[in-house]
Structure formats: structure tokens, C-alpha cells
């Protein structure tokens, strides 16, 4: 056997040692890494506080997530707060309902964020 050949075995063993070694770091659930609806919740609300602010966001809890198609659709709760719009008379225009909610988009499988917006 050449040298070439006992390099050749090594690097072999190696690259396939090294392939199984890191198969079993990337354990992937059956459920994926996003199971359920609270963990969901719980990504998107992480996300949303740095764009969207923390007062925001605790506003509109309780959050809703509804998987569909291996994506969690997860929102915020629209605020029932009422807000008066005044002209400089003081007189009352309209009331009208404030602000849109948060919105993300996650894989349930990879736990990826798809999109974030705010609806408004």
C-alpha cells in the first residue's frame, strides 16, 4: 500500500467521521424547533421589542399564533383603546380606534423568521 493510499484512507475516515459528528449536533424535533403556539409567541414578541418598542408590543397581548402550512401567523391584540381626534375648538371630529398590531411569520420546522411587519 502506498502512501498515497494510506492518505487517502485518512482523509476518508475523517471526512466521514467528521459528517457523522455533525449530524448529531443539528438535532432537529419532530415538531421542529417552533412546536407550539407559546413558543411562537414568545419568538415573535423577542423580535418585535427592539423594532417595535416594549411598551408597544405589551400592549397588545394577549398574542394569537396560528400555525398553517408549517408557519406560525402570529399577531399582536388590537388596542380597544379609543383615541378623539380635536379640532382647536375643542370640539370632538370622530373617534376612532389606535394603531394597527405587530405581525411576524416564523417556521414552525426551522424557527426562521420570515417577515415582520405592523399593521396599521
Known sequence: MSIKHV???IFALLFFYGKSIGAEQ???PDDGYVPNAKTASMIAVAVWIPIYGKENIE???PYKAVLKDGIWYVKGTFSREPKKMVNKNGE???VRTAGGVAQAEISRKT???LRVAHGE
Do not use: E
Open 7 to 9: 492518505f487517502l484512507i
Open 26 to 28: 443539528n438535532f432537529v
Open 59 to 61: 400592549k397588545q397581548a
Open 92 to 94: 370632538i371630529l370622530h
Open 111 to 113: 424557527g426562521q423568521i
